[in-house]
Nanobody, 119 residues
Framework: QVQLVESGGGSVQAGGSLRLSCEAS?????MGWFRQAPGKEREGVAI???????TYADSVKGRFTISKHNAKNTLYLQMNSLKPEDTAMYYC????????????????WGQGTQVTVSS
């Protein structure tokens, strides 16, 4: 079992920044950040694999950065230049095998942290 606990969400004005953290009981081969806005499907935001390679959704490229601290078993998402359309519940997810942006491929999820961006 992998336990994930997110933190760092909050309310911010457009153009602002937030850093999300995800404390994991163990870092798996593939970890990622996903988000879900009301009435929308959950989508992959940023993924990081065991070798450190990263992928981003087109909508956040150049604004968001995913990283991890292996010694602290912690995953991060630095979010800059936030836009109202970034408003969503953000989830940390982990898997031992799959490393893509499909939510159904991830077996372990945190409880989520809310990000609200006002215009």
């Amino acid at each position: 079992q992998v336990q994930l606990v997110e933190s760092g969400g909050g309310s911010v004005q457009a153009g602002g920044s937030l850093r999300l953290s995800c404390e994991a009981s163990v870092l798996t081969y593939c970890m990622g950040w996903f988000r879900q806005a009301p009435g929308k499907e959950r989508e992959g935001v940023a993924i990081i694999s065991g070798d450190g390679s990263t992928t981003y959704a087109d909508s956040v490229k150049g604004r968001f950065t995913i990283s991890k601290h292996n010694a602290k078993n912690t995953l991060y998402l630095q979010m800059n230049s936030l836009k109202p359309e970034d408003t969503a519940m953000y989830y940390c997810a982990a898997d031992f095998l799959h490393c893509d942006s499909l939510p159904l491929h991830y077996n372990y999820w945190g409880q989520g942290t809310q990000v609200t961006v006002s215009s």
